[in-house]
Each structure stands twice: as C-alpha cells, then as structure tokens.
C-alpha cells in the first residue's frame, strides 16, 4: 500500500469515528448504543492496525489486538451482560431533546478543531489530520455523560471517552509506549467491572438506575436545619 | 534496587493474601504486618537516599529523589498508623451490623492494594504509569466508599466513580500531548515518558503544546486533588466510607493526587520559561481555599466539614506550589507531610466519637470529653492542630506561606488571611458544642485505641517545633528541584 | 452530433423513461415481497389512461386549482433537463448551477401547496402543512450536502462539478462519502418514499403528497404523476452526476453518447433497486421522528463538511 493511500485509510477511518460518536449521542435504544460502542472498538483496533503498517511499528499491533478484544468486544459483551441481567433494554433517556444535543455537538466540532489546529500544524506524522477527531470524540463523550440520566449511558459516555483518548494517543504520537497502553487497558478493564458490580448495588439499593435518583440523597446534607 | 521491590510488592502481596481471608481476628493483624513490612522497608529506602541523594531502580524505571522520599515514608507511616487503628474500629462496625465478613474481605484487600497504587505512583520514574497507578489507586477506593451499602453512601461512590473517573480522563489527554512534543525530541520509545529524561531535556519542548497540556493536566489531576470547582465528589466520598477509608483518602491519596501536579508543573515550568503554570495553581488554589472555608460553616455531617476541611489545606499547598519560590514550596512540602499526619488522626478521633455517638451528625454529638476524654482531648487538639494554632506543624508551614506570599504577592495575603479565620471559625464554632456540653443519651463506651493518633499529633508536634535535620535537609532539596524545574541524576 | 441535439435526447429521455423507473421501483418491491406485481409498464398505461378521463372539478375551484399542474409539471421537467445525464458539457450548461435546480423545484412545490389549499379540503391542507414543515427541514440538508461537494470544485455549477470529479485522481473522501448518505437520506425523503411517506398508500390520514393532489382527476392528475415521477429520475440523475459521473462523455459522439447511455441505465437501475430494498425493509416512520430523520441528515452533511475541512485541506 502506498503512503497515500495509508493515510486516506486513516482519514477515513477518523471519518468515521467522528460518525459513531454522533451515533452514539443519537441512539434512542440502549442495545443499538451498544452496538455503536462495539463498532467503535473495532475503528479503533483497525486504525492501530494501519498506523502500525504504515510506520511500521510492531508494538503497535499488539495494541490493535487489545483494542480488538477488550474495546470492540469483551466490554460491550460485559455491557450486554449486565443490561441483560437489569432487564434495562428500553429507552434512553436523554436529558434534552436530540436535535438541541446535535446542535450542541457540531459546535463542540467545531471548537475542539479550533483549538487543536495549532497543534496539528506542528505535527509531522501521517496522523495529524485525525487529532481534532480524537478532540472532538473526547469532548462528544463527555457531552454524552452530561446529557444523560441513566447510569448505564453515563458508563458508556466515560468508555467511549477512553475509546476517542486512544484514538487521540494514536492520532498524535503513533502510539504510546506499550507498557502504558497495557496499564491504561488494564485500568479500563477494572473500572468497567467495577462499573458492573456498582449497576446491581444501585439497583438493589434504589430499584432504578436513574442518576437523579441517587442524587437525591446527597442533595440535602449541606442545609442548615 | 531490591528495597524498591520489596517495598511495593508487601502491599500487593498482603493485598492478595487478604483476599482470601475470611477471619476478621487474623486479617487484621495481617494486615497490620503488611503494614508494618511496608513501612520498614520504605525506612530503609529513605535511609538510601539519605546517603546517595537519589537513587534509580530497574533501568530507570523507578526513580527516588528528595521530592517523593519523604511522601513514601509518609505513606507507609500513615498507612501503618490506620492499619493499627482499623483493626478494632472495622471489628465493632461489624459486631454493629453495618458490615459482614466478606465486605471485611474486601476492605482489606482493597485497602493494601490501594497502597501498592500508591507506591507505585510515588516511585515510578515514568509519566504514563503514574497516571494508571493514580487511577489504580483511585479504583481501589470507589469500592470501599460504598462499603456499608447505604443509598448515601452508593450515591457517593457514583459520583465519586464519575467524576474522578472524567478528570483522569483529562489528565490522560494532557499525558498524550505531553507525550506529542516529547517523543518528537527523546523518541518514540519509553524514554520520552521518564521523568528524569524529560526534566533534562525540558527546554526543548513546544512551549504552545505544554501549555495546552498544563491546562489539561491541572483540570485533570486538580480534580483528584479536590481543587474547587471540581470538588463536587470530594465532602461526599470521605464523608461517606469507613472512617480508615476516610483517613487514607484525605491524607494519602490527595497528596499522590498533588504530587503528580507539581510534578508536571515542573516539566511545564521548564518548557514554557513563564509563570503561566504557577499563576492558574495559585487561581485554584484561592478559589478552593474560598469555596472550602465558606461551605464548611453550612455543614451538619462532622466527617464532611473535616473533608471541607482538607479541600480548604489542598488549596493552601496548591496556592504555595504556585508561587514557585524555595520557601514557598518548603512550606508547602511540610504542609503536606503535617496535613497528612493531623487529618488522618482528626478522622480516627472522628471515626471513635462518631461510633461512640451512633451518629455523625454533629448537632447530635455532644460531651465527648465527659464521656471519653481521650476523644475528647484528641479532636480538641486535633482541630486546633489543622486550624493552624501554634506550636503545631501547620501553623509552621502557614507561617512560612505567608512570608513567601508577602514576598512575592503581597495582595494574596488578605485574602488568605481571611480564608484561614473563616475556616478556623467554621470548625471551632462546630467542635466547642460537640467536645463540652451534656453527655447525649445514647453514648456508649467503645473500645477506643488512641495510641496513633496520639502519635500522628505528637509527630505533628515535633515538626512544628523542631524539624529534624534530615528532614529539613529534603524539603529544601526538594524545593530547590521544584523550583529550578529539574531533577537530580542519579548518584550524584 | 451537436451536443443541442444530445441535450434534447437528455430531456426526452428523462420525460418519457420517468414513468418507466417508477415502475421498475414497484415491480422490484413486489418481487422482494414476494408477489409478482404490475408490470414495469403499467405507469405508462396508467398515464394514458388519465389522459382520456374527463377533467371533474370542484366549483369553487380557482385558476390556481387549473393552472398548477402545469406549472408543476413544466418546472419539473425544465429542471430535469438541465440536468446533464450523458454529456457533460451541453449549451444550457451555464444554467445547470444546483441552486438553480433548488429553486425550480421549490416553484413546483409551491404551486402544489397551493393547489392543495385551493379547494379548502381538511386533506389537503394536512398535506400542505406536513409537506411545507418538512421541506423545511429536507431542503439546508440537501443545499448543505451539495456545498460540501461544490467546496472542491469552487462552484455550485453541476457541470464544473462533474467536471472537477472526473479530473481529479481517485481517492477515498470522507467528505463524499457523508455527503452521499445525507443525499441519499434526503432524496428518500423529497420524494416521498418509505421511511417518510408511503406512495401506494389509500388511508388519507397518513398521506403526505397523495393528500395535495387527492382533489385532481383526468389529465391534471396525469400531469401531477407525471411530475413526481419525473422528480425521482431528477434526484436518481443528480445523485449519479455527483458521486459517480465517470462514463459521462465530454464530447457529442454516437459512440460516446450511446455508452454514457448504457451506464446511466445501469446507475440508475442500481439506486433504484437500492431505493426498492429500502422502502421493502424499512417501516415508515412515525411523523413526529421525521424532523430527527432530517435533521440526521443534516447532521451527517455538516460531517461531511467538517471532513473536509479538518481531514482534506491542507492535506
């Protein structure tokens, strides 16, 4: 393959993740936003995949395989598991209506490639074009956490953010060192079976798994009686 | 070399083992061993250094200098210190009903995990497992924060989970970009994240990048440090959990939290040349400083308003990094060493009168020095001790905080002078009521151990007065490398 | 061979393979549904057969009422012959710019709104306002999904961006390829197909074009079907012109003009198979979910832009 046409993969791979983190935020079922997870997992193992081809990096493909296995699909099969077990296939919830929160991503686009034009412009690497996506991915998985009411898109939100922040280690360094990839996968992998055990305590305690409903209980220990 | 694994794997080995041990008697006390092994063998890293200024591990994958010699040290004390008080405080919340055995299993395990996290992030020359030790650590906790299964305390460990979880998060991304501009000079390999190699090379860093890196990096690390207004997580995680848990998380995990901040603030410093980074840390460091002191007086939970409290200290050290002067930062390291030492035995004071009281709900804890003085004495002068009265450590370090601010910002002094009397205020104005007054009807007598914190105060004490050669000898080493932005080679 | 008279070729071909496509479309549903269908000529049949029936009118009905079949019809059938489909570069080329194009068929629908409020059925004005709502939603997609195209040739002409594609080297462009999507979503829902509307549907309640003309009998009704049939061969042709132009000739020759005719064919059949599978597999969609179907669309062009700027400038 040529140079060229390595980077057009890589650009259009990042096309794409640019696409499921809107997906993500569109979704109105939970199993399709699993779905869209999943598929984001595989962009990213398949980008680890071409970077480390085209820089010929093979540390890099163990990196590709991890994200394939951990991202595209052992967390959203656990995922799958614990929506199973909670009988939580309905709706999303979101907290405002679906065409104010696309209007509210296209503007985080924007900003995140205004502020990451600077830094692009310095880079040398093949991936530079893909490090505003990598931003704007991250801050579009924020925005996910904040606009939902249900802990488990919250969940989702926080692993899609540690999905676009590979992409980002990827788009903007070819790779971080292998050691800290399998740290920072190994900490993804805790967090999301914390993450599960924590789904049944809070069902078990609150018999839902609204936010709001938790948060309720907080809310009033700083009044003065 | 073998010191630094012996020392990081006693907690991870303890950790294991206490896993699956189902017999309260005998986890504690092995606990209690871990504890103890963990702490000697970090006495004689420190000796190390002590005779080799600064010694490098494993290729240079651990590195310890003057900076976090003294912060191991401390780690391990105070994790010993809350290894020998949790062992009868977890054994009379379990004979209560709040826990059973094997939560009790958990807590144990977690709670030695938690230190190897800890450890490793204070001893790892690399920047990328600092961050996954910070997080380790972090995760460590969340499940102790919701131990006793209350819908508060679940409530808590969410939020704590969540929002910690987005600020590592941040920090990530400040780590990535760091990585960008390094490994453009050092190279794509493991070098470009050593701290020894980046701090040597620091000036060749892209500035534009580093500083958007900062940004990232102090949102990011100032969340788990409990930097206002990311603070939201903070009074609700150490209000909530086991009194141990509290005492760890306000005294250990907010100082790894601030270490790896100054950490890179240094790199920063160096990079940039301009005062940027020191300018936005003493802009938090007020604002939490404010934010603390304000909401600390709206308090009616006593473990809250003691974490309102370590949120108002972390702004202080926050604030005196900042100013980025030697004497700034040599008060900032004492304070971090004293607040750790009299915060961890306010919360085992605090952990006794709340069991003592059944509650902790201050209006309804009253005549602790009649009931037990020894409780009663120690949040007396625990309290004053945080507070910053004289002769005790903090008021040392406030002291010398002051003198650097009026050196270099005059103008900062009023505002810190006036947060210090708000929050002094705050917490007198709860405690009085709570050590003197009538007995409250369902005291009860409870196996009270104070040996440690009398320790913690009487260490707090000696550093107040006269801090031992040694000691002062590393703060000022420290706040030499903290300030010029660099880091001591190897055996030099 | 002039490239007028190819142009000519163009519109007539465009007019009377109309009927034609709109057949094929039915007949591919009914074979994926497992039936054998009308055959792929009925259109043409039903055409002449309304174009023998009496014109019945309502009596209040005004000049409007008579005079916007016509009016549709014409508009449509003029923007489909700008439109170039074999030969890139024609004498009306100047005239060929998208905006153009835009604002012929929204004349057409115009008159149509009209025509539906004339009589002042309850029907029809519920068409006219669900129609009018939606265009207004379907139409910045589609202006944007084009932009994102007329960014790499520098115009909104269609023949300078036929033009630009066949010049310029193949490659993968995010941009397009968004841009396709939101396109193919808004030409669905511009012709009233399945998931927006369904044309084969009698309940009036759930009618969004038929609801407009339900009042229309004999030849006028023949011109209205007419005109929506010749719009899908519209969007079909412009849908090939911008995301798959190779096989178009760029000078009059038989042989050239008889080749572009074959592909054209064959791109067209493609999309439209593709727009029978679609309407087979996909349910209709509820009316309040249509803004989020448009505004997705929307969404997915401004991506394409967005792709163009962050991935393709500069590059």
């Known amino acids: 393959m040529s140079a060229s046409l390595v980077q057009q993969l890589i650009d259009g791979l990042a096309a794409l993740m640019l696409l499921t983190s809107f997906a993500l935020l569109a979704q109105h079922r939970m199993l399709s936003v699993l779905n869209w997870f999943a598929a984001q997992g595989f962009l990213l193992a398949a980008t680890a995949a071409v970077v480390a081809y085209g820089t010929d990096n093979h540390e890099l493909y163990i990196s590709a395989m991890m994200a394939l296995l951990l991202k595209g699909m052992l967390l959203p099969w656990l995922l799958w598991r614990v929506i199973r077990k909670l009988r939580v296939h309905r709706e999303v919830e979101p907290l405002m209506n679906s065409t104010l929160t696309m209007i509210i991503a296209l503007g985080v686009t924007l900003f995140s490639f205004h502020i990451i034009q600077p830094i692009e412009k310095i880079s040398e690497l093949m991936t530079r074009d893909s490090m505003a996506i990598a931003t704007a991915c991250v801050l579009l998985g924020m925005l996910m956490m904040i606009t939902r009411k249900k802990a488990i898109t919250q969940v989702i939100g926080f692993l899609a953010v540690e999905n676009s922040l590979f992409f980002a280690a990827i788009g903007s360094t070819n790779g971080m060192p292998l050691i800290v990839e399998i740290g920072i996968a190994f900490d993804v992998l805790i967090a999301a079976l914390i993450f599960g055990l924590f789904f049944f305590q809070i069902r078990t305690t609150f018999d839902s798994l609204e936010v709001d409903a938790m948060n309720v209980h907080l809310i009033h220990k700083d009044d003065d009686e | 070399m073998n010191l630094f694994l012996a020392t990081l794997l006693s907690p991870l080995v303890g950790g294991l083992l206490l896993g699956m041990i189902n017999n309260p008697r005998l986890a504690a006390r092995i606990n209690i061993a871990t504890g103890v092994s963990t702490f000697t063998f970090s006495l004689l890293l420190a000796i190390q250094v002590l005779d080799t200024k600064s010694v490098d591990a494993i290729d240079g994958w651990f590195h310890l200098d003057a900076y976090n010699v003294f912060l191991v040290a401390l780690t391990t004390f105070v994790g010993m210190t809350t290894t020998i008080f949790s062992g009868p405080y977890m054994r009379h919340e379990l004979e209560g009903g709040r826990l059973d055995l094997p939560r009790l299993r958990l807590y144990h395990s977690m709670f030695q995990l938690f230190q190897f996290g800890m450890l490793l992030g204070f001893t790892t020359n690399n920047i990328g497992v600092l961050w996954v030790s910070l997080e380790l650590a972090t995760l460590a906790t969340v499940l102790l924060v919701s131990l006793y299964r209350t819908p508060a305390s679940i409530a808590a460990a969410w939020k704590y989970f969540i929002l910690c979880g987005m600020g590592i998060a941040l920090a990530l991304f400040g780590t990535v970009l760091v990585f960008f501009t390094s490994s453009a000079v050092l190279g794509h390999g493991n070098e470009a994240l050593n701290w020894t190699a980046l701090y040597a090379h620091a000036a060749e860093l892209d500035p534009a990048v580093m500083s958007i890196a900062f940004c990232f990096l102090m949102v990011g690390y100032g969340t788990k440090v409990g930097l206002a207004p990311m603070h939201a997580w903070l009074p609700d995680a150490h209000g909530e959990g086991p009194t141990p848990v509290s005492a760890v998380l306000s005294g250990l995990l907010l100082n790894l939290a601030l270490y790896a901040l100054v950490r890179c603030k240094m790199l920063v410093d160096g990079s940039t040349g301009t005062d940027m980074a020191g300018h936005i840390m003493m802009g938090f460091g007020l604002l939490s400083l404010a934010v603390a002191a304000l909401s600390l007086h709206k308090q009616r939970d006593i473990k809250r308003m003691f974490s309102f409290s370590s949120i108002e200290h972390m702004g202080l050290m926050t604030f005196a990094f900042g100013i980025g002067t030697t004497l700034s930062s040599f008060a900032a390291l004492l304070h971090m060493t004293v607040h750790s030492l009299v915060k961890s035995g306010i919360f085992f004071t605090v952990g006794h009168a709340a069991q003592a009281m059944g509650t902790q709900k201050m209006s309804e804890i009253r005549g602790l020095i009649r009931h037990h003085p020894g409780i009663g004495w120690g949040l007396l002068i625990g309290t004053a001790a945080i507070a910053g009265f004289p002769p005790f450590g903090v008021f040392t370090s406030e002291f010398l905080l002051f003198t650097a601010a009026l050196e270099s910002y005059p103008w900062t002094t009023v505002p810190l002078l006036l947060g210090l009397l708000v929050a002094m205020a705050g917490l007198f104005r709860f405690v009085q009521p709570m050590v003197y007054g009538e007995v409250a009807e369902q005291a009860v007598q409870v196996h009270v151990n104070m040996l440690p914190v009398y320790v913690h105060f009487a260490l707090a004490l000696a550093l107040g007065l006269a801090i031992p050669g040694f000691l002062a000898g590393w703060y000022e080493q420290a706040a030499a490398l903290i300030v010029s932005g660099a880091v001591s080679g190897g055996g030099a | ?315």
């Open chain 3, 1 to 315: 061979m002039s490239s007028a008279f190819v142009q000519m070729l163009q519109a007539i071909l465009l007019l009377l393979l109309a009927p034609l496509a709109a057949g094929f479309v039915s007949t591919c549903k009914a074979r994926l549904q497992n039936r054998r269908g009308a055959s792929v000529l009925q259109p043409w049949r039903n055409l002449r057969k309304l174009f023998g029936k009496e014109v019945v009118m309502a009596e209040h009905a005004s000049w409007i009422f008579r005079t916007a079949p016509y009016v549709v019809f014409t508009a449509t059938v003029m923007a489909a012959s700008v439109v170039p489909a074999l030969l890139v570069d024609t004498p009306l080329s100047l005239t060929a710019d998208v905006i153009a194009l835009v604002a012929l068929l929204a004349l057409a629908r115009f008159f149509l709104a009209l025509a539906g409020m004339d009589i002042g059925t309850a029907f029809g004005g519920m068409g006219v306002s669900r129609e009018m709502t939606f265009s207004a939603l379907a139409e910045p997609a589609m202006l944007m999904s084009i932009f994102v195209l007329s960014l790499g040739a520098h115009s909104t002409n269609l023949t300078t961006m036929i033009n630009h594609t066949l010049n310029s080297p193949f490659a993968l462009h995010p941009s397009l390829a968004f841009a396709f999507v939101a396109m193919l979503m808004i030409a669905v829902a511009e012709n009233g197909r399945i998931p927006i509307d369904n044309p084969g549907t009698h309940l009036e309640l759930t009618m969004i074009h038929e609801a407009m003309i339900l009042e229309y009998s004999g030849r006028h009704l023949a011109l209205m079907e007419w005109a929506a049939m010749v719009k899908l061969m519209l969007f079909a042709t412009l849908i090939t012109d911008l995301f798959m132009p190779w096989g178009m000739t760029l000078e009059a020759s038989p042989a050239g003009v008889s080749l572009a005719l074959a592909l054209w064919i064959v791109k067209l059949a493609g999309l439209l198979l593709a727009l029978a599978v679609i309407e087979t597999g996909l349910a209709k969609l509820r009316l309040f979910e249509v803004p989020e179907y448009l505004s997705g669309a929307f969404v997915i062009a401004f991506l394409g832009l967005l792709s163009y700027y962050m991935l393709e400038v500069g590059a």
